[in-house]
């Protein structure tokens, strides 16, 4: 099962990823999403950069490399003669050889051994990973973690933002009610889904930090959509939120 590095919140970069150029506030720029070695990354650029298509695509990353040989090849071994045989005796109506010439000959197939080339192995081309969601948003500079106010009454985005960062796995309903009420107020906008391990993963956008969030979605049942609710609401310490209907 991947590492719950994956319900990270990936927040917008502040420059370009391909040409290093800082954004410029009430810019447009491109974002994407990846799927890599177990996890998402995110990618975000100029407009100019997300025009060629090449920069669209990043290598997958290498889980190990292949075996490499120590040393300098080798030659194959000569076969060895069967014992009792004898090297084939001359035809007697084969003219005679010169011994230099005979010499050479019989030279000549061991200087071709040793001064074959060996054999160029080509390099694997690297497999390119297209994303699994891209858009563009408008670039503006989000408040630096010290202007960040405490956790407020109420307050759903602060809440599910702290249980993201402690990745408890118990509070995955939790995060998933939380990421539907946001969703409903207009804050957070779903990017599509995804299935990773047989779970459905939800790909959000905030409408206003360009951050995003990606929740599992755990396929409450009507009888659990109570319960977690109320989890909710004491947790928010405000009235218990508005039902939300199951997904599907």
Request: charged content about 25%; aromatic content about 4%.
């Amino acid at each position: 099962m991947p590492p719950l590095q994956e319900w990270h919140i990936h927040a917008r970069a502040h420059a370009c990823a391909i040409t290093q150029r800082p954004f410029v506030e009430g810019e447009r720029i491109a974002s994407a999403l990846y799927w890599r070695a177990g996890q998402y990354e995110r990618i975000d650029m100029c407009l100019e950069a997300w025009a060629d298509s090449a920069n669209r695509v990043i290598p997958a990353k290498k889980t190990e490399e292949p075996a490499q040989t120590h040393g300098a090849p080798q030659p194959e071994p000569k076969p060895e003669r069967e014992a009792g045989t004898a090297d084939a005796a001359p035809h007697p109506d084969s003219p005679a050889m010169p011994a230099e010439s005979s010499a050479a000959a019989a030279a000549a197939p061991e200087a071709q051994a040793t001064t074959a080339p060996a054999p160029q192995r080509r390099a694997a081309k690297p497999r390119m990973l297209r994303p699994v969601s891209h858009w563009q948003s408008t670039y503006e500079r989000a408040p630096s973690a010290g202007d960040s106010e405490p956790l407020r009454k109420g307050d759903a985005e602060a809440l599910l933002r702290r249980l993201l960062e402690e990745e408890n796995p118990a509070h995955v309903n939790v995060r998933y009610i939380l990421a539907l009420m946001l969703e409903r107020k207009r804050i957070l906008k779903p990017l599509g889904t995804r299935t990773e391990d047989g779970r459905t993963i939800l790909l959000y956008l905030h409408a206003a930090t360009g951050d995003n969030f990606i929740i599992e979605d755990p396929a409450l049942s009507l009888h659990q959509l109570g319960p977690v609710q109320d989890e909710v609401a004491e947790m928010l310490k405000a009235p218990a939120p508005d039902p939300v209907p199951p997904a599907g």
